[in-house]
């Protein structure tokens, strides 16, 4: 059982390349290939976007990075160590964000997070991240594609970004949910044992994402309600929207969790409802089975003086006595409710 | 079993017809053959107040709508998207308010819900939902019957509606209510293995029915305290009152939630209870029948010289000193209490 | 097992006989006689305190309190259907009061509460209510004896009539915790299966009455801290006793029900602890029984050649046997800590 | 098992004698002979401070108290009533509190409070209780010992007050801390029953203590934070201090109260593990000896034709047949990890 | 078993040598030498930063202290008293601190603590403490080595104490996570009932840890808030810093504490799993065992006119009777699945 907290204060060992992808909104131009050296320059004209996108990055690119950009040593050391909580810090003309992208692998039934950091700023968003995030590549896909569509402003960049993130939280909870159904659904058609620990997994795969999709609706509020001087007033629907959207996961997932725990008393119920059966059924049968033994062991006995033994009909009044009680105990019973 | 949220992300088939009712109050008349296009031409008419109604809508209806009045386009998609969370947002010139109403199928005995999307206009109210409402086809009726009694303001009109989709609730509430005290009484009464499965399917329902209730609770508070520039001040002791009654039915099922528990606890007891009761009779009836058994065992052994085998009462004897030993034995059960 | 809340929305049929009495005090004079009509006149005389008592009322009586006084029709309505929850809403003017008696009946083993429903303007109090209430009777009782104890203003009036209804509340709590007590020396001395039945009809009724008195708190908590237009700041004083009692009610039912609680925890211990006793029984008698029979079983067995059959100790040394290993496993079970 | 709340409303019977002690500091001297009457006098003296201590008052002290400071009546009703919940009422000029002495009855292994109330006035600190409290005494003694070091400052006599009561909770703390930690050692050590009743009795203990002394938490912090006319600025600190050892000791509390919860699971665990070693111990046994009985029984059967009977080694056959079975099902149990 | 509050409120008989360690930045020389009366002159030098660190004080060097920084004697007297809560109080011109060190001992598997007391001025901090603890001289050599990088300031000292005190709860944390994975993946995997003594014992550590953690980070917390006349305000992301490990860590004890109860759930299920499978294998060997028995004990009756016995089948009759009906049971127990 791998820990849930994986990466806690030790670098990551990372198998993913090194990439440098460094995209900026230069009059409609897009170009992977920019000198880092360069960005600081970029980000001098106010009217440019630039998105710098940094997977697996040596030191070497982070020093760079953190010359051009003057970045916080703190915050740099935030981007590169795994946390496994996301937060927003504001920095002197810049915000820290800590975002958690999730992915489900459907085989292993397990749920694991990749971190991404962001820095943003007036006209440029930094981002820093071990794995290839599809969320990142879809959202800059979709921003080359239809570039007047997102506006002239970073803010607008980075709602599509987070949006995309947390849109890709559904399906991973619509895959938990189904198997919440499915255990609770178990539980009362035909109670299997296995059905435990499919309970204690869900509880745990539940547990990890409500702690992450929590945290970042915090970070979401710190957005919404913080005089930013980021980005525009009107952009707070959009992120309100996204705010909604994780709203809405933490109460599904309180919900889910409030049916499993409902689901696992069931379970126990159930299970101390199978015991009181076995232990009925093993008492009405040792009863009536050692009644009929004691007339057996009676009749066994080596008196000499034993009338019923030389009837010519004591064997089948001895066997009918046998049945006349076991019919007498069954009726008991009966009449008990017991069966 | 089906799912608790049923709708998540995925936009319902709904197979109501599309109906595309617009009623107008314009000197009186409702008029629900008004085109769609000439809506922003009344609602200009500040003396107007407009109520349209849009069930199952297509997606040119709403596209129209949108240009009529302006609607923000998240707005529009909250409207159009089942939820599963009330919430009400403020936008320019005009509130978005989701609210649900709940349907009871007896003979499922499952709560259902039907999402309500409201625009709350200064002079205009606009629902769009997926299935036909009976609370909204009353609250029109009504209006129609009581002209004068419903004021000349959009925020009396929403009370009314509000005020009707609330009121829906206390009779499901009710129905759910009894199905807690039945199976309170029952567990006490005569105790069913079945019980467990009404404790928990109750649970389920007055969970679901909380989760809305109490977000529609929020959103009226929001109505209340906020400074409202769409309806007059002396509104606010009507929704005040709607605003109770929620609270009146988050309240009672808190306590039946709370009744519910007690009851699952005091069914685990029982059956636990029930379990000590069959052990004490296995225990018992063992411990009598074994004894009576080792007797007879003993008189049936083959030993050459065995006194009483050749005692002329030596068979009465054996019984008797079975009789005798059962008797001691009820005795000291009795003595411990377990008799 | 009647409901826990028994009239939700429908009106209670009440049998208690309807009384019109007004008191006024007028010159030192109380008058059951007057004409209801006649309040308007009387209450425009700033320096007359009015007290309107209004028991079981029919709808002509209310239209005319309401044309006397002018209260909002929701007030009204508040006032003549049951509720269950106490509430305080200020009006233009006047204050609207839901309080609740309590009463329990020794014999039933059961709590029920009335609804006093409270008007309480500058100069006059109106309280309507369904069943008679002693606590009303009381305190007009106490007002005509001690008339000039009670100063010349409506809150002082409000403070004794709701200091004399929550006076009343502690006999019940006496009452409940007795009962608690008894239950919780019930599990310790002398284990009884009831006992389960009566811990959950106690939480059951700590319940509601819990529910009554932190509503009524709250509404007291209202009092007390808002600005209030009715009542001199002198009083705060006074109704911060009777919120300070409040409290303490609710402490102790609080802590009553965490001890019952416990006690429910201890029951199923000891019940627990009791089944452990049985089956250990069971198995210590099982063992034996069985040795002992296995003993004369083997010595039952019919071999032509068998030594012992024919030795003349044979059976005493069976017997001997049979004692010996009882005794070495009763040594074993007490080793074991089992006897 | 006396009332945990021993005197809701009815005044105790205290068979403590009256004591009316007057402490006044005129002139460094101490006197307990004052004239109740002549306080009045003395606190108009601002420079002088007194200190009146009434141990069991009578209704006439009471009255003279009252004539002479001019207490408020509902201050004086709250300090000869016993109450169970510590409070602090502002009222014109002084504080009125109500604070707690534990004591612990080692024998009866219980804490009993005593209610201390306080008037507190610019220049006099007036003690009002039933039984004799040894803080108070030792306050008193240290006063009139250590003088110079109080201070001339009724603010610093009631923290010497308050402190030496809190000081005196500690050690019961400790007692209490070591039987949690005695019956959490027995749970593992040498599991006996009863330890559940001790795992009761003390989680009522902690519940008694904790409801004093988390009020009491409260009350002082009300002290630190009001604007408080009623002594200097400088004293928050060691009000503070107080406050410290409050929470300091609701924290340890709340510690032993959730290891108590753990050591009651891990009875309650054991006790269910005890259960099952009896009931495999029963299995194992059972299976066994019914299976060599079963065998004894075939041989003991009476047919003509049974080859086995006249076999000169039959005997022995039979009964290492029964070894070799009962061997091979207790292999068979081994392998199951049964024994 | 220990205790988890060790020291509350007797003075520790520490062990370790008394050490005065004086380090003074002055000119770049450190010198652990300087005479403790000497430090007041030193502290006057306001471009000096003065570390005092004193392990095992006796009383007389506390006098020395108390009188060269004029300590508040309550400060002083916290400083030396253990407390096991983490703590701030502001005094005027300095703040004092308590914060604890851990240590974990692998082999008793148990965390202890060591209070750390600190008195922060502007150009001095003291630390008290009873034992040596790492943290304090791994922040001295480092502030000797790269004494340019801690810049001038005491709150950078302060800030690379706290950061090194609190890197290494780290390690312990990871140990306990260890521990927390092993127990939940052994009870799945080979159910064994020792892993609910590591459970509890788990449990209890981690809650020891959480005590102080939490209210370390609420120490924190204060010294990020507040308007803070001690440090230079670019050092709060610093602090902040500290803040977030603090954080990380409470929240990473509470999701363990999470999986622990639900650990101990999942034991308690699987516990009650086992018996019912021991309880089913008794049953059915019971019913089959005493079923053969009985066919035995019929056939070893002594009847004179029993047909089978003179049957030359009669025996294989008999045995074959008997593996018949234990067919017959085995086929029914599969039927109803316990098989």
């Known amino acids: 059982m791998a820990r849930l907290i994986r990466n806690t204060r030790q670098r990551a060992v990372s198998r993913a390349p090194?990439?440098?992808?460094?995209?900026?909104?230069?009059?409609?131009?897009?170009?992977?290939?920019?000198?880092?050296?360069?960005?600081?320059?970029?980000?001098?004209?106010?009217?440019?976007?630039?998105?710098?996108?940094?997977?697996?990055?040596?030191?070497?690119?982070?020093?760079?990075?953190?010359?051009?950009?003057?970045?916080?040593?703190l915050a740099i050391e935030d981007a590169t160590h795994p946390h496994e909580r996301p937060k927003i810090d504001a920095y002197n003309g810049y915000y820290f964000l800590l975002f958690y992208a999730l992915r489900y692998d459907a085989a292993q039934k397990r749920i694991s997070s990749q971190q991404v950091s962001l820095f943003i700023g007036a006209n440029y968003l930094v981002c820093i991240h071990q794995d290839p995030i599809a969320a990142i590549d879809e959202t800059i896909r979709r921003w080359q594609r239809y570039e007047h569509d997102f506006g002239e402003d970073v803010a607008e960049l980075l709602y599509h970004l987070l949006d995309t993130i947390v849109d890709e939280y559904f399906p991973i909870l619509d895959a938990l949910i189904e198997?919440?159904?499915?255990?609770?659904?178990?539980?009362?058609?035909?109670?299997?044992?296995?059905?435990?620990?499919?309970?204690?997994?869900?509880?745990?795969?539940?547990?990890?994402?409500?702690?992450?999709?929590?945290?970042?609706?915090?970070?979401?509020?710190?957005?919404?309600?913080?005089?930013?001087?980021?980005?525009?007033?009107?952009?707070?629907?959009?992120?309100?929207?996204?705010?909604?959207?994780?709203?809405?996961?933490?109460?599904?997932?309180?919900?889910?969790r409030d049916l499993l725990s409902s689901a696992l008393d069931a379970f126990l119920s159930l299970q101390s409802n199978q015991l009181n059966e076995v232990v009925k059924t093993l008492t009405i049968a040792s009863i009536i089975l050692?009644?009929?033994?004691?007339?057996?062991?009676?009749?066994?006995?080596?008196?000499?003086?034993?009338?019923?033994?030389?009837?010519?009909?004591?064997?089948?009044?001895?066997?009918?006595?046998?049945?006349?009680?076991?019919?007498?105990?069954?009726?008991?019973?009966?009449?008990?409710?017991?069966?």
């Open 18 to 73: 090194a990439r440098h992808l460094v995209v900026c909104q230069h009059d409609g131009r897009f170009d992977s290939t920019v000198e880092v050296a360069a960005i600081s320059d970029l980000i001098q004209q106010k009217d440019q976007i630039v998105w710098v996108d940094l997977q697996n990055p040596r030191a070497e690119d982070l020093a760079l990075l953190s010359d051009e950009f003057g970045f916080h040593p």
């Open 179 to 256: 198997r919440v159904e499915d255990v609770e659904a178990q539980i009362f058609d035909h109670f299997r044992p296995e059905s435990l620990q499919e309970i204690f997994a869900l509880k745990r795969e539940l547990l990890l994402m409500r702690k992450i999709v929590a945290s970042e609706r915090d970070v979401l509020n710190v957005l919404i309600r913080r005089e930013a001087p980021v980005y525009p007033r009107d952009m707070v629907a959009y992120f309100q929207d996204v705010y909604d959207h994780l709203i809405r996961i933490t109460d599904s997932i309180d919900t889910y």
């Open 290 to 339: 050692m009644s009929a033994a004691l007339i057996a062991g009676v009749y066994g006995m080596n008196f000499e003086f034993m009338p019923e033994l030389s009837w010519p009909w004591g064997y089948p009044f001895a066997l009918g006595l046998m049945a006349a009680i076991s019919l007498l105990l069954i009726a008991i019973f009966k009449r008990r409710g017991w069966l």
